[in-house]
C-alpha cells in the first residue's frame, strides 16, 4: 500500500493559499475520553454547487458557523444527506482512511434520490485527503480511537417553492472520537419496536438522509428511557421483518448460519456490513442475505439455535447484542460477542490500524 499525495492538482488551487505548516505538527491534546461526535478539528472543507457551472470554489477554512440564507429548501423541505467514514493512525504513525471510495460513491449514487447533484468524486476524493492532511495532529493516536469525516451535502438556495434547488454546498467536518457506545463490545439491549417504522418501501431507507434519523428518535429515546441501548426496526408493511438495529445494520446467527436482511430501498448499504459479508464468505462461514422474522428469531431463541446477533457500521464497528426486549418477552443471547461479532471487530481493527494485511485494498494512507 502506497500513501497518497492527492490533493495537489490544478483544480485544488482554491487552497493553496493555505498553509500546510512543516514537519510534522504535535498531536492536539482534547480531553479524556473523547465521546462520538463532540470535538472537531480546527478547519472544514467547502465545495460549491451551482446551477450551469457545476462543483466549483474549494475552500479548506478555519471551522466557523455557516451563513445560510433562512430560506434554503435543507431547512424546509430537508434536502440534505450525509456520509461518515473514518481516518485510523497505526502504531507506525501512518494515516490510513477505511473504504473511503465505497463511502463516497455511496453518496454520489444516493444525491439522485433527493434530486441532489452527484458529488464530483475525483475532486471531493482529493479535497478530503488534504483536508485530513492538513488536520493530521488531530488523527488519535490511541488505539481505539480515529478520526471520524462527516461530509454533509445540503440544499443552500433561498426559495420557499416546493422544486429541487439551484445551489449546494458539500461541506466536511473532521472529529476525533472515542467507542461510539460508552460500553464498547459489551452487549447491547435492543429494543425491537413495533409501533413507530424507520422507513417504508419506495421511501429514503437506503439513502443516508437526515430524515430517516429523524424518524427514529421518539422510539429510541423511547426505548432507552426504558433501559434499553437501541432499537431494532420491522418493516413497515407486516410488522414481522426484521430491518436495521439504530444506526446499524443487523446480523444473527443461527445454528451454523449468519443471516442478515436483504438490502433494497428500506435499508442502507452499510460499508461495514459489506466488510463483514467478504470477511466471512473468506472464512467459509455460511453466510446468507434473506428475510428473516421476528417469529424466526423466537423460534431460534426457545430451541437454543439463536448463538448471537450483532449490529455493524461505521461508528460503532461491530456491536454485539445481548438481549432483544419483545414486549414483555426477552431474547438473550448465550455470548455476547460471541465468536463470528469478536472475530469481525478484531479484523476489521486490526486491518484499520494497519496491524493485519489489506487484502482487499480497502485502507488509502496518506503521506505526512
Known amino acids: 500500500m502506497r500513501c497518497t499525495q ?12 493555505i498553509s500546510s505548516g512543516s514537519g510534522s505538527p504535535s498531536p492536539v491534546r482534547t480531553p479524556a475520553p473523547l465521546g462520538f461526535g463532540r470535538i472537531f478539528s480546527e478547519h472544514m472543507l467547502t465545495l460549491q454547487w451551482s446551477q450551469g457551472r457545476g462543483w466549483h470554489d474549494v475552500q479548506i477554512k478555519p471551522r466557523a458557523a455557516l451563513a445560510v440564507d433562512p430560506a434554503a429548501s435543507a431547512l424546509h423541505y430537508g434536502q440534505s444527506m450525509f456520509e461518515g467514514l473514518k481516518a485510523f493512525r497505526g502504531a507506525d504513525g501512518v494515516i490510513r482512511v477505511f473504504r473511503m471510495d465505497a463511502h463516497l460513491q455511496r453518496m454520489h449514487t444516493g444525491a439522485a434520490r433527493l434530486a441532489m447533484p452527484a458529488i464530483d468524486l475525483e475532486l471531493t476524493r482529493a479535497s478530503l485527503l488534504e ?3 492538513r488536520d493530521a495532529s488531530w488523527v488519535p493516536r490511541e488505539r481505539g480511537q480515529s478520526l471520524y469525516i462527516r461530509p454533509l451535502l445540503f440544499a443552500t438556495e433561498g426559495f420557499l417553492g416546493v422544486r429541487p434547488a439551484n445551489t449546494y454546498t458539500l461541506l466536511v467536518l473532521l472529529s476525533p472520537v472515542g467507542a461510539y457506545y460508552e460500553k464498547g463490545l459489551e452487549a447491547l439491549r435492543i429494543w425491537v419496536e413495533q409501533e413507530h417504522v424507520r422507513t417504508t418501501p419506495g421511501g429514503l431507507g437506503a439513502v443516508k438522509t437526515g430524515a430517516n434519523y429523524a424518524a427514529s428518535l421518539l422510539a429510541a429515546a423511547r426505548a432507552k428511557s426504558n433501559g434499553f441501548d437501541q432499537v431494532l426496526w420491522l418493516d413497515a408493511v407486516h410488522r414481522k421483518n426484521l430491518e436495521e438495529v439504530g444506526t446499524m445494520n443487523f446480523f444473527v446467527r443461527i445454528g451454523d448460519e449468519v443471516v442478515t436482511p ?3 430501498d428500506t435499508i442502507l448499504a452499510g460499508i461495514t456490513r459489506d466488510s463483514s459479508l467478504t470477511l466471512m464468505r473468506s472464512w467459509g462461514v455460511r453466510v446468507s442475505e434473506r428475510v428473516i422474522s421476528i417469529e424466526e428469531l423466537i423460534a431460534a431463541s426457545r430451541s437454543g439455535a439463536l448463538q448471537e446477533a450483532f449490529g455493524t457500521g461505521t461508528a460503532a464497528v461491530i456491536a454485539p447484542v445481548g438481549e432483544l426486549g419483545i ?5 438473550r443471547l448465550p455470548a455476547a460477542p460471541g465468536e463470528i461479532a469478536s472475530r469481525l471487530y478484531n479484523t476489521i481493527t486490526g486491518i484499520q490500524y494497519g496491524e493485519l494485511p489489506d487484502r482487499y485494498n480497502w485502507l488509502t494512507a496518506i503521506c505526512p
Not at 492527492?6 to 493559499?17: C, D, F, K, S, V
Open 262 to 264: 436483504p438490502l433494497g
Open 327 to 331: 414486549g414483555d418477552l426477552r431474547l
Open 6 to 17: 492527492e490533493g495537489y492538482g490544478a483544480r485544488l488551487r482554491p487552497m493553496q493559499n
Open 131 to 133: 483536508h485530513v492532511r
